[in-house]
C-alpha cells in the first residue's frame, strides 16, 4: 500500500470518471473525502453518497448550492445580459467557481491540503475550478488526474477505465453508454463529445428538458424547433431596480413565484415544454481549441430576453453602449474563469450599479422554441409617449432637425470630397 499523502477532498459526481478517480487515489494513498454538489440536476443523492462510501471514501459531503448558485452566480449574468460568443448563455461556466468554491470550504473544514476534480485536460472546467481554488485558497494543491501522465497512459480511453472499474468493484451502467458527455445544471444541460464531435452529425431526439409531450426538438444546421400539442404560455415577469427577477406570474391562472429558486425552477420548465433555449454551436474553447456542444437554456432565455427588454426602456442610450461593452469583457471573463479575479470583481461591481433603474415588469409570452415579447412597463423609463408621438408636437421643434442633419453630414461630405480628388489624381 502507498504511503499515506494526506487528505484530499474530491470534487464526485458519482460518475465512471470520479468513480474511478476515488479509488486511484486511495491506491496513491490520499485519504479521499467526496463532495457533490447538488446544483439542480437530476441525481439520486442518496445513491450517490452510498457509492463514494462503498468505494473508500473517509466522507462524503452532498452540499445544495442550488440557492447561492441562482441568487450569486445567475443573477449577475441576468443583469449583464452575458452572452459569449453571441450565442452561448454560460451555463456550465457559471456553475464551476460556485462549486469550486465550496470545495475549497471543505478543504479548509477538513484540514486538506488537496482537492482534486475529474475535468479533462482539453477542456474549459480545470481551469475554472482550478483559478477559483487558488484565488480562494492561494495554498491548495490541485490534484488533476487528467493531466498526469501516470493516469492518462494508463487509461488512454472509456475501455481501459470501464474494465479497471470492473476490476475494484465500482459499479457501471450495464445499458450502452449514451453516445455523448452530458452536464446538468440549474441553469442548463450541455452536451458533447462522442459522436457530437463531428460537427456534421445532426442531433435529433428529445433532452433534458425539452422532454414534454408534444415537444420534438430537432437541432440541426438550421436549428428547427417544434411544438406539437404545447399551448403557448403567457407571463409577466416584474424586474426589481438590481435588474433581476422577484415575481413571475402566470396570466393564465394567476399562479405566481417569487423565491430565486422556486422562480427560476418554474422557468425551466414553462420554457422546456416549448423547446426554448437550444442551441448547436461551434465555440473557442480558452485553451485554444474549438468544440462542438449543444446546450438548453430554457429559463435563462427568457430571462435573458425579457430583461434586455426592460434595460432598453429604461437605461439611457451612452450608458447602454457602455454597459454592452462592459458585458461583452464580463462574458468572456466567466467563460475563462476568472470569476473570482480583481477585473470581473469590478465589472459586476459596475454591471450592477447601472441596474438602479432597471425596474418594471415584462409580458412575454413562449411557443415553439421562441420567446416573444408583447409589453411593458415601467415607473422608471425613459420612454416619452408624447415626445415621440406622430400625432402630437410635444416638446420638440421639427425644425431644430434642420442643423442636426447639416452638422452630422458635414464630416461625410468633407470625406466624399476629399476621396474624390485623390480619384482624379490617381487617374491622371
Not at 14 to 33: A, F, M, R
Not at 303 to 331: C, N, P, W
Not at 354 to 361: I, L, N, P
Not at 389 to 396: A, F, K, T
Request: aromatic share 10%.
Amino acid at each position: 500500500m502507498a504511503q499515506l499523502k494526506g487528505t484530499v477532498v474530491l470534487a464526485y459526481s458519482g460518475g465512471l470518471d470520479t468513480s474511478c478517480i476515488l479509488v486511484w487515489l486511495k491506491e496513491q494513498g490520499y485519504d479521499v473525502v467526496a463532495y457533490l454538489a447538488n446544483i439542480g440536476q437530476k441525481e439520486d443523492f442518496e445513491a450517490a453518497q452510498k457509492k463514494a462510501l462503498a468505494l473508500g471514501a473517509k466522507k462524503i459531503y452532498i452540499e445544495d448550492i442550488s440557492r447561492e448558485f441562482v441568487e450569486e452566480f445567475i443573477w449577475p449574468a441576468v443583469q449583464a445580459n452575458a452572452l459569449y460568443e453571441d450565442r452561448y448563455l454560460l451555463g456550465t461556466a457559471l456553475a464551476r467557481p460556485c462549486i469550486a468554491r465550496k470545495l475549497v470550504d471543505i478543504a479548509r473544514r477538513e484540514g486538506a491540503q488537496y482537492v482534486a476534480h475529474g475535468a479533462t485536460g482539453k477542456g474549459n472546467d480545470q481551469v475554472r475550478f482550478e483559478l477559483t481554488c487558488y484565488a480562494l485558497c492561494p495554498n491548495i494543491k490541485v490534484i488533476a488526474p487528467w493531466r498526469l501522465p501516470e493516469f492518462y497512459q494508463r487509461f488512454p480511453g472509456r475501455r481501459e477505465l470501464m474494465d479497471y472499474a470492473k476490476e475494484h468493484g465500482i459499479p457501471v451502467p450495464v445499458t450502452p453508454q449514451t453516445p455523448w458527455s452530458m452536464d446538468e445544471n440549474l441553469m442548463h444541460i450541455s452536451y458533447e463529445a462522442g459522436i457530437l464531435e463531428n460537427p456534421k452529425v445532426i442531433d435529433h431526439g428529445r433532452h433534458g428538458r425539452h422532454r414534454a409531450e408534444g415537444v420534438a426538438c430537432v437541432c440541426s444546421l438550421i436549428g428547427n424547433f417544434t411544438a406539437g400539442r404545447a399551448r403557448p404560455w403567457e407571463g409577466g415577469l416584474l424586474l426589481q431596480e438590481s435588474g433581476v427577477p422577484v415575481k413571475v406570474t402566470n396570466a393564465g391562472d394567476g399562479a405566481t413565484r417569487s423565491s430565486a429558486l422556486e422562480l427560476f425552477v418554474y422557468l425551466n420548465d414553462i420554457a422546456g415544454k416549448h423547446g426554448v433555449g437550444r442551441i448547436d454551436i461551434v465555440e473557442n474553447r480558452f485553451v485554444g481549441m474549438k468544440s462542438r456542444g449543444i446546450y438548453e437554456t430554457p429559463a435563462g432565455t427568457i430571462l435573458y430576453h425579457a430583461h434586455l427588454d426592460i434595460e432598453a426602456f429604461t437605461m439611457d442610450r451612452e450608458v447602454r453602449k457602455i454597459k454592452q461593452g462592459l458585458a461583452l469583457k464580463f462574458s468572456e471573463l466567466v467563460y475563462n474563469g476568472f470569476w473570482h479575479s480583481p477585473e470581473c470583481e469590478f465589472l459586476r461591481q459596475c454591471i450592477g450599479h447601472s441596474q438602479e433603474a432597471v425596474v418594471g415588469t415584462v409580458r412575454l409570452s413562449v411557443f415553439k422554441g421562441h420567446v416573444y415579447i408583447l409589453g411593458r412597463e415601467s415607473p422608471r423609463s425613459l420612454y416619452n409617449e408624447e415626445l415621440v408621438s406622430m400625432n402630437v408636437q410635444g416638446d420638440y421643434e421639427p425644425a431644430d432637425a434642420t442643423g442636426f442633419i447639416n452638422i452630422n453630414s458635414l464630416r461625410l461630405k468633407e470625406y466624399h470630397r476629399l476621396q474624390s480628388k485623390v480619384t482624379v489624381k490617381q487617374d491622371e
